[in-house]
Structures are given as structure tokens and as C-alpha cells.
Nanobody, 122 residues
Framework: VQLQASGGGLVQAGGSLRLSCAAS????????SGWFRQAPGKEREFVAA????????YYADSVKGRFTISRDRAKKMVYLQMDSLKPEDTAVYYC????????????????WGQGTQVTVSS
């Protein structure tokens, strides 16, 4: 599986961005697609995930109500709609695929995209 993330950029606080992740290769219904982020000097942290088959979604408390994850199975695309952005959302965002069924731990994910920078100015 290969992943290609895009859509990052510079936005003012309160603005919106939509990240996209294009996947190639076999993605099973039991797989989980997730977004993580890593700010300078901090560990990579879970942002959101969606179960590829049933579409159940999961969010970190810090983004719940502001971010929306979705997937298009036919196109093998995963999206992260980010609204009401805050300066603390500034980070490199990574998309990833888990085949273990695990959701919130980076260690559960075997495949990672290259990351896309999101910068939110105050």
C-alpha cells in the first residue's frame, strides 16, 4: 500500500482546510484509515480514523466537532475536513493505514504517507 497526502497549507485561525490521501494497493474492509499529526518537538498524535468497511469514525478530543474524516472506497481516497482551525493545529499531518484494526496508536499503522504541512496563523 502506498499513500499520498495533499492539501496542506497556510490558513488563518478560524479558517478551513481539506486534506486528501490517495491510496494505492489492496485496502481490505477490515482496514482502518487514520490521520495523525506531529508538531515540532512533539510526538506524533492521533487525530481521526475511519473504518474502511463500515465507515465508523473516531476522533481525538482536541478535534472533535471541528474535523471530519471520510473515505471514498471506490476512489481509495481518505479526506480530513478541518474547520475552525486553531494555531495549535499547526503540524505535519500524516495519513496511514492499519490492518490490525487498531485506531489510536501509531504502532497499529503499517503504511504511512509522506505528510503535508498545515500552518495556522493567529
Amino acid at each position: 500500500v502506498q499513500l499520498q497526502a495533499s492539501g496542506g497549507g497556510l490558513v488563518q485561525a478560524g479558517g478551513s482546510l481539506r486534506l486528501s490521501c490517495a491510496a494505492s494497493g489492496n485496502i481490505y474492509s477490515s482496514s482502518v484509515s487514520g490521520w495523525f499529526r506531529q508538531a515540532p518537538g512533539k510526538e506524533r498524535e492521533f487525530v481521526a480514523a475511519v473504518r474502511w468497511g463500515v465507515g465508523n469514525t473516531y476522533y481525538a478530543d482536541s478535534v472533535k466537532g471541528r474535523f471530519t474524516i471520510s473515505r471514498d472506497r471506490a476512489k481509495k481516497m481518505v479526506y480530513l475536513q478541518m474547520d475552525s482551525l486553531k494555531p495549535e493545529d499547526t503540524a505535519v499531518y500524516y495519513c496511514a493505514i492499519s490492518r490490525t484494526g487498531g485506531l489510536r496508536l501509531a504502532a497499529d499503522y503499517s503504511y504511512w504517507g509522506q505528510g503535508t504541512q498545515v500552518t495556522v496563523s493567529s
